[in-house]
């Protein structure tokens, strides 16, 4: 697909941007570009634009104003040792856009034109990328539909988009292990949209991650909505579960739970260093169970933001228990350490998952 590129008339002065980068935080700053591309029915997607990043014009009427149609992505461009840019499995994250898509009832978006979008605006704006340690440049693709019309169906035109943001630390506290909260609520249900990254999940987790925050805890914890007893995910992040005879289990996707990129990662990772992987449900009374007996010794969240971290505290109103010593454990620290190194090119990539782009 063509891209048509827009130059800016006012970039941000290099002295603004370097003072920005310094200390970003997550997802408050932004970069000068955006791509955006327009869909029609009839036509097909079309009018590729690489150009600055501005407001949106949206009719009042838009259907994704009133009955949610809209998807999105999470992605990270990191910096190799030799100033090259790269992105992480961007093939994986087109995958599952356009399942995304499928769920909602929206067009699907070519995957290599998904591909060249992001490493089109990454090169854009690589100067954005910043000097923290850690640093990386946070990829967000999304899709809305913009046709004017208030009948419950399809809508008939979409509009995609891609926006940079230079990020730091994903967690405030910076703690080397997090503290959630086993929320009253619930993420998804069967038949629902949780295998979706749509806008709508992330909404209904406001309130109990609001609540988490609220105790003083860094994530929520959501259960089952048929029994209310098996451990699903964090608010934004996948759980892993490591036993003392060396078993590692995450809950069962079930159409409930989205299938993390960075979850399907671990468990290669994690099959290499010769655990014995497995997709089981389990209950938040054996999570406490297995912890109290010593027989779990370490709980991981993974996602693309945060990366890895470990659980180390874990409450309820039925109390809280503590998952090992309540830090960080060997495994999930070597996980990371590889994870993140092969994203930044100093371990070696065996499963070819990085892709270089200058």
């Known amino acids: 697909m063509e891209l048509t590129r827009i130059p800016h008339p006012a970039p941000t002065p290099d002295a603004d941007r370097v003072a920005a980068i310094a200390d970003p935080g997550f997802g408050t700053l932004f970069t000068d570009h955006m791509i955006t591309v327009d869909y029609d029915e009839g036509k097909g997607w ?3 634009t ?17 009955y949610a149609q809209e998807i999105f992505e999470g992605m990270k461009a990191y910096k190799l040792g030799n100033g090259t840019m790269a992105l992480f499995r961007p093939e994986a994250n087109a995958a599952r856009f356009n399942k995304s898509a499928a769920r909602l009832a929206m067009p699907d978006f070519p995957e290599d034109v998904f591909v060249d979008a992001v490493k089109e605006l990454v090169l854009a704006d690589k100067d954005w990328f910043p000097s923290v340690e850690g640093g990386s440049l946070y990829i967000r693709p999304f899709m809305f539909a913009t046709e004017a019309f208030l009948g419950v169906r399809p809508a008939k035109q979409y509009k995609f988009v891609v926006i940079l943001s230079p990020a730091g630390n994903y ?16 993420r998804a249900a069967p038949g629902g949209t949780g295998e979706a990254k749509c806008g709508g999940n992330y909404a209904a987790s406001l309130v109990p991650t609001g609540e988490a925050f609220a105790k003083g805890h860094d994530q929520t914890v959501f259960l089952d909505a048929a029994e209310r007893k098996w451990i699903e995910e964090l608010g934004g992040m996948n759980l892993f579960f490591v036993f003392d005879d060396g078993r590692m289990i995450t809950p069962p996707l079930r159409g409930t739970i989205l299938p993390g990129i960075t979850r399907d990662s671990i468990m290669q990772l994690a099959r290499e260093q010769g655990l014995d992987v497995s997709e089981e449900m389990y209950s938040i009374d054996q999570w406490r169970a297995d912890a109290e007996s010593g027989k779990l010794v370490e709980t991981m969240a993974c996602g693309t933001a945060a990366v890895v971290t470990a659980v180390g505290k874990v409450a309820s109103h039925d109390g809280e228990f503590t998952i090992g010593s309540g830090g960080p454990g060997q495994l999930t620290s070597t996980i990371r350490e590889k994870l993140v190194g092969i994203q930044r090119g100093t371990v070696e990539d065996r499963h070819s998952w990085v892709m270089r782009i200058e």
């Open 50 to 66: 690489l150009g600055p990043r501005q407001p949106i014009p949206l009719d009042p009427a838009a259907s994704v104003l009133h």
């Open 46 to 48: 079309h009018s590729a």
């Open 171 to 186: 967690f405030k506290s910076g703690a080397p292990a997090v503290s959630v909260w086993v929320s009253d609520y619930t």
